[in-house]
């Protein structure tokens, strides 16, 4: 279900250079972790050749595209072009890639001010090179329509089904400036599942903040996969996220029965992911973000106390985290009582000592301490 893309999209955002370290411990982190396919990153990457050599060798299965062993197929990207298929078959024959990956606009707006070309000129040139490719003993082709959001959606079908006939193996649908909702995105994927014999993708950009919305949604809708990358990194404000999207999967058991992935491995990607990009991991970030299993407030924590899962989708502990209660300005008796009790082991909140506490928080401007706690006490 999950092509990930941080190698591709994530390599491409603004400022963004993995080193070879980087790439590799990334690259058997997500292998571990159980996703479907690799994109390693897009024909004339510098040192793609090398990095395909290496994970010939150190990705577990990765001599072949059968995923029944729960290996990554690995993957390129590669323009729409004759010639640059023709190179990309080159690293398929010497085993190097397993899918190769072709982006083709399907907009007017794209395909017209990118490639001076009409719709009947595109469609026969995305026979033409998809043909070459299936010539040139590629096995595994995926076509993107690239603009999907801003395309006539008759034109796109057109395109896509120009796309299958020269034999293609998979349509990827890309959101190429994230413009598409939820909504859109399930009317989108139904018609393509519906018309078209093979997989449709989903590559969701989050220029509007609802890319791992829409990722979701196609998966609910009947896309067979949809693009990821670690922290949602790629171009402007990237693509549907990893850690997100993986961990809603989790959650499904209608889809957990045919995949699940790693999520313990999340925390570790992610960290990876924001020391080599150079950005960091808001407190608040879904799934993996320090406070998304810390609470204060006295209706939250009283919930936790009785039940963790009144308050939270999964427990800290399914994605390497720990649970957090502070206590504070906001807290209650609940909260106060529990801390007492750990710290002293017995003990009951009262109105001064509550008083006492939320006084020295405010003060503070945070949670206390236990050595503040205890001196308050």
């Not at 993986?246 to 499904?252: R, T």
């Not at 889809?255 to 570790?268: F, G």
Request: aromatic share 4%.
């Amino acid at each position: 279900m999950l092509i990930d893309s941080t190698l591709r999209e994530g390599a491409q955002a603004y400022g963004v250079y993995f080193d070879n370290g980087a790439k590799r411990r990334m690259a058997e982190l997500l292998a571990s972790a159980g996703v479907d396919e690799l994109e390693c990153g897009w024909l004339g990457q510098q040192d793609l050749r090398e990095f395909l050599l290496w994970a010939q060798g150190a990705l577990p299965g990765s001599e072949n595209d059968a995923r029944d062993n729960g290996s990554p197929a690995l993957s390129l990207w590669c323009p729409c072009r004759e010639a640059a298929v023709r190179e990309a078959a080159r690293l398929a024959k010497a085993g190097l890639v397993h899918r190769l990956n072709i982006g083709a606009p399907s907009s007017a707006l794209h395909r017209e001010k990118r490639l001076g070309l009409s719709q009947p000129e595109m469609a026969a040139r995305v026979r033409t090179v998809v043909a070459t490719a299936k010539a040139e003993g590629v096995g595994y082709i995926s076509v993107g329509l690239e603009d999907i959001s801003r395309a006539d959606p008759d034109e796109a079908l057109a395109l896509g089904r120009a796309a299958v006939e020269a034999g293609a193996s998979r349509l990827r649908l890309s959101d190429t400036v994230g413009l598409l909702t939820p909504l859109a995105t399930a009317a989108l994927v139904r018609r393509f599942v519906a018309e078209l014999s093979v997989p449709v993708a989903l590559h969701a950009h989050n220029d509007l903040g609802m890319a791992t919305a829409n990722a979701v949604t196609a998966l609910e809708c009947g896309a067979s996969f949809v693009d990821v990358s670690v922290l949602g990194l790629g171009e402007r404000a990237g693509i549907a996220s990893l850690e997100q999207v993986a961990a809603w999967i989790g959650q499904q058991k209608c889809l957990n029965d045919k995949k699940s992935y790693d999520l313990l491995l999340l925390r570790a990607l992610c960290l990876l992911a924001s020391q080599a990009a150079k950005t960091p991991v808001a407190r608040n970030r879904p799934v993996v973000g320090e406070d998304v299993f810390a609470a204060e407030s006295g209706i939250h924590v009283h919930g936790l106390l009785r039940d963790p899962a009144l308050f939270e989708p999964f427990a800290p502990e399914t994605v390497g985290a720990t649970r957090r209660v502070g206590v504070g300005a906001k807290s209650g008796g609940a909260a106060l009582t529990a801390a007492i009790t750990r710290l002293r082991g017995v003990g009951a909140a009262d109105s001064g000592l509550m008083s006492r506490v939320r006084d020295l928080a405010e003060r503070l401007g945070r949670p206390l301490t236990d050595k503040e706690l205890l001196g308050v006490l």
